[in-house]
């Protein structure tokens, strides 16, 4: 049962341009989502995280959407940088602790 | 310090040896996980620590068996593994389990077993 999808396993934007990642989850215990972004041989990274409460929540270049009723979120990047190639991840967290990541979009801004 | 330390970095191992993960942090946090990410997939929940105690174990084989000796350490034993077990072993750290934004992931153990 995957609780946290991602459908767009990759997604490739010209630098300057918006990048829009997407994200679908079917568990309602989830009451934040998280996005991080992961290099290889590193471990992964907070990016930022809205509640269930909250519909947008914004951080720099970094928004991130949620539609409680469609169970949708998205994480929306403008301007897109070349630094921001990376895989990124969608997470659901619940009160027990559990954080589950999406299967991660492979974002690349070419130059 | 804001990081998760997870030593070591890469570990080979037959099927038959005992050998052991260990993940440090020293940012007070009181909740501490084990991931695996298999190549290409997501990282998925193995065990959670909550205040030194194992608060969920995710159905993991006892081949793996977790310890958190103080709040600042989290181990993970190895016993006879298989060689499907060869993974990125994550480790991280949060306040607490509803640390919300919180989360600190180290970079990880490449353990391959052979």
């Known amino acids: 049962d995957q609780q946290v999808k991602q459908n767009s396993p990759s997604l490739s934007v010209q630098e300057g341009r918006i990048s829009i990642l997407n994200c679908d989850y079917t568990n309602s215990m989830f009451d934040y989502f998280l996005w991080y972004k992961k290099y290889p041989a590193e471990g992964p990274t907070f990016l930022i995280s809205?509640?269930?409460?909250?519909d947008k929540n914004e951080d720099g270049r970094f928004t991130v959407f949620l539609n409680k009723s469609a169970k949708h979120l998205s994480l929306h990047i403008v301007p897109s940088q070349p630094g921001d190639s990376a895989v990124y991840f969608c997470?659901?967290?619940?009160?027990?602790?559990?954080?589950?990541f999406g299967q991660g979009t492979t974002l690349q801004v070419k130059p | 310090d804001t990081e998760v330390t997870q030593t070591p970095k890469h570990l080979v191992m037959g099927m038959t040896n005992k050998k052991s993960l260990k993940c440090e942090q020293h940012m007070g946090h009181r909740a501490m996980y084990w991931y695996k990410q298999k190549a290409k997939k997501p990282p998925e929940l193995m065990f959670v620590?909550?205040?030194?105690?194992?608060?969920i174990n995710e159905s993991v084989p006892s081949r793996f068996s977790p310890e958190c000796p103080n709040s600042s350490l989290l181990n993970l034993h190895l016993h006879a593994l298989q060689p499907e077990d060869s993974a990125l072993y994550l480790c991280a750290s949060s306040q607490d389990t509803r640390s919300n934004y919180g989360y600190t992931f180290g970079s990880g153990t490449r353990l391959t077993v052979v």
């Open positions: 620590y909550s205040y030194e105690k194992l608060s």
């Open positions: 809205i509640s269930s409460i909250k």
């Open positions: 997470l659901g967290s619940s009160n027990t602790g559990k954080l589950i």
